[in-house]
């Protein structure tokens, strides 16, 4: 049995109590995505074609944010191998995808993500999304040339900023992150990202409890206006999302007794003008094992494909690109008011 087989048959470790809290509640509680659709006259989501190839290069961070729906941290021991990795390159060559996408945990933790990014840029993909903390470039010396390593190869870099002052970022992501977080971008800024044209950096926004994301437009505005009045930082754009019910927020929800209640805002709130816009539609998510997934939720819920027995390693794009999507409750933290996806509010 090779590598790249061992690590198919090895468990995602999500299980917690509050997996099973979850469920009980759910059951009872809150109606299924399916009955919303039903209800509003929405068909099931199919996927239209597969323009983003989401890579999850394992779930080891160096941060454990009280929000993550990954349950990323310095103890997972999830990563993805170079075996796999070229098996994913393969893939790349192979079709056309726009753009590929990778994630984590910190993604730059994987000893080989620089060989996998430079890999990606010698072949015909247009554009290439890491999804950086900004804090692993501070973390210790081996990360301190990452904004040049991104810039030489032409990276979208989108960070996670859950907000323009200290006391909400670092009450969300730790003490002393957002510190960091400003020193890491201050470091892009220097060498052009956020400047020049073809160096694009975006920021993240996620609220702080249990409500949903504020008006995009608005908040970028706030966020330029202040980051660059204290800061002298600026940036492309702002990504607005809303958290998932699903691991640590779901366990925050549950523990702070407001879970019932954030479901029912998430179903008030359902906005049938989202659909169009849905990240599965156009995505295919690729777990650090070779399992794939319609998205990185349903990738961190285990939640299989419609398409029976699809993996990276016998791919086929025909048999995935007109896929319905598999739903679930956490399907509404999408389709909620403006919408939320990889790239942001869905509706204007």
């Known amino acids: 049995m090779n590598t790249s087989e061992k690590e198919l048959q090895q468990t995602e470790a999500i299980s917690s109590l509050s997996d099973y809290v979850s469920s009980e509640i759910q059951n009872k509680k809150t109606p299924s995505f399916f009955e919303v659709l039903k209800k509003n006259g929405n068909p099931p989501p199919i ?41 994913c390159l393969k893939i790349i060559k192979e079709n056309d995808f726009r753009c590929v996408d990778i994630t984590g945990g910190a993604p730059e933790m994987n000893p080989n993500f620089r060989w996998f990014v430079e890999e990606i840029r010698k072949t015909k993909i247009k554009e290439i999304i890491v999804r950086c903390n900004l804090t692993i470039i501070l973390a210790n010396a081996n990360y301190h040339d990452l904004p040049e390593f991104f ?5 979208h870099i989108v960070s996670s900023l859950p907000f323009y002052n200290a006391l909400r970022t670092d009450r969300q992501r730790g003490n002393g992150v957002f510190e960091k977080s400003i020193q890491a971008l201050q470091m892009l800024n220097k060498i052009g990202y956020g400047i020049e044209k073809h160096l694009i950096l975006d ?33 492309n754009n702002l990504i607005a999302i809303h958290n998932m019910p699903i691991n640590r927020f779901l366990e925050y929800l549950i523990n702070s007794g407001n879970y019932e209640d954030y479901m029912s805002m998430l179903v008030s709130a359902y906005n049938p003008e989202t659909l169009n816009g849905l990240m599965c539609k156009n995505t295919i998510s690729v777990a650090w094992n070779g399992n794939l997934y319609d998205c990185d939720f349903n990738q961190m ?17 025909n048999h995935l690109k007109h896929r319905q999507i598999a739903t679930g409750k956490h399907c509404f933290g999408c389709t909620a008011g403006s919408g939320s996806s990889c790239q942001g509010s869905l509706t204007e």
């Open 47 to 87: 996927s239209t074609h597969i323009d983003v190839f989401q890579v999850n290069l394992g779930y080891l961070c160096n941060q454990t944010c009280k929000h993550c729906h990954v349950e990323a941290g310095p103890s997972r021991k999830e990563i993805m191998s170079k075996e796999t990795m070229q098996v």
């Open 151 to 155: 810039k030489n190869n032409s990276v």
């Open 203 to 235: 920021l993240v926004y996620n609220p702080n409890g249990a409500f949903l994301s504020a008006n995009q437009k608005n908040l970028e505005e706030a966020y330029k206006t202040e980051l660059f009045k204290t800061y002298n930082i600026s940036f």
């Open 301 to 317: 819920l285990q939640l299989p494909l419609t398409v029976a027995g699809q993996t990276l390693f016998n791919f086929n794009i």
